[in-house]
Antibody, heavy 118, light 112 residues
Framework: EVQLVESGGGFVQPGGSLRLSCAAS????????MNWVRQAPGKGLEWVSY????????YYADSVKGRFTISRDNAKNSLYLQMNSLRAEDTAVYYC???????????WGKGTTVIVSS | DIVMTQTPLSSPVTLGQPASISCRSS???????????LSWLQQRPGQPPRLLIY???NRFSGVPDRFSGSGAGTDFTLKISRVEAEDVGVYYC?????????FGQGTKLDIK
């Protein structure tokens, strides 16, 4: 079964850091662009970041630019999100999502929860 | 950034009756390649999002045919021909035509 499994979420104080991981299985990871999308408690979906198949093209939402870094390791079938200088407003469930060549996200993980609080 | 606006934000419906959700973009979603990258996702309570429709009107694998998408340019619609209990949740439109990808605010569908 095609699957994405996120990990690395947790409780962190404002200004702290976390590194999220997303493990892909049962598909050729190198063939797909990947995204991080987050959802604050009780709120809608917010796109966070995108990375191309080879990692050369990267985009970020303005809300995280300069603080978050997306990366991937195709040899390990894994996607990452390094989150620094965390703020309370970064509190959310973070999903990784596979993107196809037609710019839609067809496979989503179950998410990992990040709570930023003092 | 392209702003996606959904209406209504809440839609109570009767089982077996149709439902319709509108999504309007602040600018045309026609890509330079001629395609329009508008998709619809469903999020059931406590679940991650699930892709329903891509490129305006293409049903994703396994999606029941009671779901349909239509529209062009800046105006798009998701229709459910006969609502079933399992359709309860929040529905989002999303544009992939340009970065940043943006989502609508979500429309909550529940049963009257």
């Amino acid at each position: 079964e095609v699957q994405l499994v996120e990990s690395g979420g947790g409780f962190v104080q404002p200004g702290g850091s976390l590194r999220l991981s997303c493990a892909a299985s049962e598909f050729t990871f190198t063939n797909y662009e990947m995204n991080w999308v987050r959802q604050a408690p009780g709120k809608g979906l917010e796109w966070v970041s995108y990375i191309s198949t080879g990692g050369r093209t990267i985009y970020y939402a303005d809300s995280v630019k300069g603080r978050f870094t997306i990366s991937r390791d195709n040899a390990k079938n894994s996607l990452y999100l390094q989150m620094n200088s965390l703020r309370a407003e970064d509190t959310a469930v973070y999903y990784c999502a596979r993107e196809t060549i037609f710019f839609y996200m067809d496979v989503w993980g179950k998410g990992t929860t990040v709570i930023v609080s003092s | 950034d392209i702003v996606m606006t959904q209406t209504p934000l809440s839609s109570p419906v009767t089982l077996g009756q149709p439902a319709s959700i509108s999504c309007r973009s602040s600018q045309s979603l026609v890509h330079s390649d001629g395609n329009t990258y508008l998709s619809w996702l469903q999020q059931r309570p406590g679940q991650p999002p699930r892709l329903l429709i891509y490129k305006i009107s293409n049903r994703f694998s396994g999606v029941p045919d009671r779901f349909s998408g239509s529209g062009a340019g800046t105006d798009f619609t998701l229709k459910i021909s006969r609502v079933e209990a399992e359709d309860v949740g929040v529905y989002y439109c999303m544009q992939g035509t340009q970065f940043p990808h943006t989502f609508g605010q979500g429309t909550k569908l529940d049963i009257k």
